[in-house]
């Protein structure tokens, strides 16, 4: 959030002054980053309360509700960059003002690349989806300082439509990991299945243990970071429940 506060800053003073529409569309984009680093935050600290009355289960949808939430945000941001680069091929912009436009925008790229790194590393260990959705906000952010860096290079070579043909691109990449994200988001919501690795890594741990006879009616649905299991199996009849319960 810092970054993004400090990003947000400078790129739309310098645009201002550099008369860079391109650079100040980028500084709101840093500012939509702020939103969904508090969707991230609010979903994880709701996500992290115990089970209580009015949700047995625990709260760990709340983080995939915020994962959708980003998601969302995301296909936005991605229309607008496609919208925006649509106009430009249109109506070409004039050469961007100034060396500083080219500083600020390559600056902006590094530091989102490594903050996208850095959250999605976080991320695959924590098993959450709500963060590595704003990992991909903090690249979509990226992207689009590298539309702005794309053209002002080339407005210095006189190439007007280039930056307006990478916006087009990156705004269509960030529309599709969007509504990847989301669909992963919903299927979560919905109780789908975790997928067959996570099934088949369970079946495997159950075949392997000797004392269980039988098993059948396996379900396994995600919570939030977690996975809940339900499974019936069958173990000698003659075993004391406290044998049951240590196989269990």
């Not at 919208?83 to 100034?98: C, M, R, S, T, V």
Request: net charge neutral.
């Amino acid at each position: 959030m810092a970054a993004n506060i400090l990003l947000a800053a400078v790129k739309i003073i310098v645009g201002y002054m550099s008369l860079s529409l391109a650079l100040i569309a980028d500084g709101f984009h840093s500012i939509s980053d702020l939103g969904t680093d508090a969707a991230v935050l609010v979903g994880a600290r709701l996500a992290g309360r115990p089970p209580d009355l009015n949700h047995p289960f625990g709260h760990g949808k709340f983080e995939t509700i915020a994962a959708w939430g980003v998601s969302i945000v995301l296909i936005l941001v991605g229309a607008g960059i496609t919208y925006k680069g649509f106009i430009y091929f249109l109506n070409p912009q004039p050469e961007i003002k100034g060396i500083w436009v080219i500083v600020v925008a390559l600056i902006s790229l590094l530091t989102k690349e490594a903050l996208y790194h850095l959250t999605v590393q976080v991320a695959a260990r924590t098993k959450s989806l709500a963060l590595r959705a704003n990992a991909w906000h903090h690249r979509s952010d990226g992207f689009s300082s590298a539309v702005v860096l794309a053209g002002g290079v080339a407005s210095m070579f006189g190439w007007v439509r280039a930056d307006s043909i990478a916006g087009l691109l990156v705004g269509v990449m960030i529309i599709m990991v969007g509504a990847k994200l989301g669909f992963e988001a919903l299927m979560e919501l919905s109780e789908a299945s975790p997928g067959s690795d996570v099934e088949n890594n369970i079946r495997k741990i159950l075949s392997n243990c000797d004392e269980i006879r039988e098993y059948h009616r396996l379900r396994v649905r995600r919570i939030g970071r977690e996975l809940e299991m339900d499974i019936h199996i069958l173990l000698n009849p003659d075993y004391s429940i406290r044998k049951g319960h240590d196989i269990v």
